[in-house]
């Protein structure tokens, strides 16, 4: 009997969340760079849908807060509107992923504004290579 293939789904920013869970750093911006790679080739018709779906917690604050900031920075990307669940996700004290003297001044110049305004400094650049 033959077996079927599995069918190709793009993975969406709750299944990202779930990856993120107890990974260490390098995975963590290995699966980001995965989720942007999949959203750029998904037809933007379905970019949407791959946002809509809140990602439970990653037992990271930052990397939950994180996950919102991608979320409505994507969609900003393609002309729309993020999804609602973002709204409730902040950070009190500013957060740089890249923590070095000349990252920090990049991020600050240049984070773009859905990160910004949730206290995570990361440069464009920085998740260009993600």
Same mark, same amino acid.
């Given at each position: 009997?033959?077996? %079927?293939?599995? *069918?190709?789904?793009?993975?969406?920013?709750? *299944?990202?969340? /779930?990856?993120? $869970?107890?990974? /260490?750093?390098?995975?963590?911006?290995?699966?980001?760079?995965?989720f942007?790679? !999949?959203?750029?080739?998904?037809?933007?018709?379905?970019?949407?849908g791959?946002?809509?779906? !809140?990602?439970?917690?990653t037992? /990271?604050?930052?990397?939950? $807060?994180?996950?919102?900031?991608?979320a409505?920075?994507?969609?900003?990307? /393609?002309? *729309?509107?993020?999804?609602p669940?973002?709204?409730?996700?902040?950070? *009190?004290?500013?957060?740089?992923?890249?923590?070095?003297?000349?990252?920090? $001044?990049?991020?600050?110049?240049?984070?773009?504004?859905?990160?910004?305004? %949730?206290?995570?400094?990361?440069?464009?650049?920085?998740?260009?290579?993600?």
């Amino acid at each position: 009997m033959r077996k %079927r293939a599995a *069918r190709y789904e793009p993975l969406t920013v709750a *299944r990202l969340g /779930d990856l993120l $869970v107890g990974a /260490d750093e390098t995975r963590r911006w290995r699966l980001v760079a995965e989720f942007l790679e !999949e959203y750029r080739w998904e037809p933007s018709e379905m970019r949407a849908g791959l946002l809509e779906q !809140e990602p439970s917690p990653t037992g /990271d604050e930052h990397w939950d $807060v994180f996950l919102a900031a991608l979320a409505e920075h994507v969609a900003a990307k /393609d002309a *729309r509107g993020a999804p609602p669940w973002v709204e409730t996700r902040s950070l *009190r004290r500013f957060w740089f992923p890249f923590n070095t003297r000349a990252a920090r $001044v990049d991020a600050v110049v240049h984070a773009p504004a859905a990160f910004r305004r %949730r206290g995570v400094y990361v440069s464009a650049q920085e998740l260009n290579v993600a």
